[in-house]
């Protein structure tokens, strides 16, 4: 079969994550940790889950020719996510590393009615992947290549992250645009014991444009504030501590090491983005950067998207939705300011489905909707210095 051109590649972490049903028990979650018993519980759920399904089925919704690069064994859990992938098109079968040896990545989720979610992950063919594994031939035409979760993959974080360099500076050799996700690790594993300043200072010499979410980015170059603001906040959610000026200073450090833009999601308060102020660094972006009639609008930018009023089911997958329509819009050669917009648009439209996938438009119903006046929640953060653009609906600096 001729496999076609891709416009965008996205690679990285995948598993299968499976969702028994489970009813209310009296005794809350020491039901379930009884030795011995038995516990009946429900038809169990499964779906894909991870960057290479939510951002790659999203950008292939959205109407991008799009392949899968991810690594699953040859086992019962890796031909459910080829055929769970099937669905949405043959094609994206296609990129899919499948291998002999390893096991499938899976994710037993244990969420019993009024108690927190319990995971118990196998991160299985994900740990070995490498660009090793990649048909350097499937890249061909395509002028994108994203990378999700390299701190749900081991070979991308071991080594001060040589293997993590090495796929990156690849893809960008290729002409490519270059774009990187993160995850947040478990704080007592290896990857969450990994230097990841180290690890970034060596990855992003070769990202165009980095989207982590902002609680992910304070923990992996400011460890110690992330302990203390955890502390002093007794919580983990530090998003409303993302002041604009934070925001600057962590994006700051990111354009110093050699990024194009990076762009911090940031939950419900929405979508951050500062691009470099070098006009050849924007040149370099490969493939994807912008037309000499959009270089202006691009460069040395600092905006915020709000995220638009939704009735939220479900925020599974919502970051990778966002990115998703930041990539869609940067492929479409859109200004900077629809881009955000398009971002923060596909992810809410995402939440309004419990799943990560379901709720994904078209990008003519996405671009309607953004048109018709999406009424949008107001700011709260602490954006001293900045305005809001009634016209342009995006805060600026």
Same mark, same amino acid.
């Given at each position: 079969?001729?496999?076609?051109?891709?416009?965008?590649? #996205?690679?990285?972490?995948?598993?299968?994550?499976? +969702?028994?049903? +489970?009813? =209310?028990?009296? %005794?809350?979650?020491?039901?379930?940790? #009884?030795?011995?018993?038995? +516990?009946?519980?429900? *038809?169990?759920?499964?779906?894909?889950?991870?960057?290479?399904?939510?951002?790659? /089925?999203?950008?292939?919704?959205?109407?991008?020719?799009?392949?899968?690069?991810?690594?699953?064994?040859?086992?019962?859990?890796?031909?459910?996510?080829?055929?769970? /992938?099937?669905?949405?098109?043959?094609?994206?079968?296609?990129?899919?590393?499948?291998?002999?040896? =390893?096991?499938?990545?899976? @994710?037993?989720?244990?969420?019993?009615?009024?108690?927190?979610?319990?995971?118990?992950?196998?991160? &299985?063919? %994900?740990?070995?992947?490498?660009?090793?594994?990649?048909?350097?031939?499937?890249? =061909?035409?395509?002028?994108?290549?994203?990378?999700?979760?390299? *701190?749900?993959?081991?070979?991308?974080?071991?080594?001060? &992250?040589?293997?993590?360099?090495?796929?990156?500076?690849?893809?960008?050799?290729?002409?490519?645009? #270059?774009?990187?996700?993160?995850?947040?690790?478990?704080?007592?594993?290896?990857?969450?014991?990994?230097? !990841?300043?180290?690890?970034?200072?060596?990855?992003?010499?070769?990202?165009?444009?980095?989207?982590?979410?902002? =609680?992910?980015?304070?923990?992996?170059?400011?460890?110690?504030?992330?302990?203390?603001?955890?502390?002093?906040?007794?919580?983990?959610?530090?998003? *409303?501590?993302?002041?604009?000026?934070?925001?600057?200073?962590?994006?700051?450090?990111?354009?110093?090491?050699?990024?194009?833009?990076?762009?911090?999601?940031?939950?419900?308060?929405? /979508?951050?983005?500062?691009?470099?102020?070098?006009?050849?660094? /924007?040149?370099?972006?490969?493939?994807?950067?912008?037309?000499?009639?959009?270089?202006?609008? !691009?460069?040395?930018?600092?905006?915020?998207?709000?995220?638009?009023?939704?009735? *939220?089911?479900?925020?599974?997958?919502?970051?990778?939705?966002?990115?998703?329509?930041?990539?869609?819009?940067?492929?479409?050669?859109?200004?900077?300011?629809?881009?955000?917009?398009?971002?923060?648009?596909?992810?809410?439209?995402?939440?309004?489905?419990?799943?990560?996938?379901?709720?994904?438009?078209?990008? @003519?119903?996405?671009?309607?909707?953004?048109?018709?006046? !999406?009424?949008?929640?107001?700011?709260?953060?602490?954006?001293?210095?900045?305005?809001? %653009?009634?016209?342009?609906?995006?805060?600026?600096?």
């Amino acid at each position: 079969m001729t496999q076609q051109a891709a416009e965008a590649v #996205v690679a990285g972490h995948i598993c299968l994550d499976i +969702i028994p049903g +489970i009813q =209310e028990k009296k %005794n809350g979650l020491g039901t379930f940790l #009884v030795p011995g018993k038995l +516990i009946e519980v429900g *038809p169990a759920r499964a779906s894909t889950g991870g960057t290479v399904p939510n951002t790659g /089925l999203a950008l292939h919704l959205l109407g991008l020719k799009t392949r899968l690069m991810g690594k699953i064994g040859r086992d019962l859990f890796g031909s459910e996510i080829l055929h769970a /992938l099937g669905r949405y098109g043959d094609e994206l079968t296609e990129g899919m590393i499948v291998s002999p040896e =390893e096991d499938t990545s899976y @994710t037993l989720v244990i969420n019993p009615p009024n108690v927190d979610r319990i995971f118990l992950h196998c991160t &299985g063919a %994900n740990d070995t992947f490498t660009v090793d594994d990649i048909q350097q031939q499937l890249l =061909e035409g395509a002028r994108l290549f994203h990378f999700g979760y390299p *701190p749900l993959m081991r070979r991308m974080y071991e080594e001060d &992250g040589k293997e993590l360099e090495r796929l990156l500076a690849t893809a960008k050799a290729r002409g490519m645009t #270059v774009s990187l996700d993160m995850a947040k690790p478990d704080p007592e594993s290896p990857a969450g014991l990994a230097d !990841w300043r180290t690890i970034l200072t060596r990855a992003i010499p070769h990202v165009d444009i980095f989207l982590p979410s902002f =609680e992910e980015l304070l923990y992996m170059l400011r460890p110690e504030s992330y302990k203390q603001l955890s502390l002093e906040c007794e919580t983990e959610d530090l998003l *409303p501590y993302a002041s604009g000026t934070l925001l600057s200073s962590l994006a700051g450090e990111l354009l110093d090491m050699g990024a194009a833009a990076v762009a911090f999601k940031l939950g419900e308060h929405g /979508l951050y983005l500062r691009t470099t102020a070098d006009p050849a660094r /924007l040149q370099s972006m490969g493939a994807c950067s912008p037309t000499s009639d959009m270089a202006d609008n !691009w460069l040395d930018r600092e905006l915020l998207a709000p995220c638009y009023k939704v009735s *939220p089911v479900g925020t599974t997958g919502a970051g990778d939705a966002t990115i998703a329509g930041f990539l869609a819009a940067l492929l479409k050669g859109m200004p900077v300011e629809d881009s955000l917009l398009s971002a923060v648009g596909t992810g809410a439209f995402s939440v309004e489905q419990a799943d990560a996938v379901s709720g994904i438009p078209s990008w @003519t119903a996405l671009t309607e909707r953004i048109s018709s006046g !999406w009424p949008q929640l107001e700011n709260r953060l602490d954006l001293t210095g900045w305005h809001y %653009n009634e016209r342009l609906k995006v805060w600026s600096k």
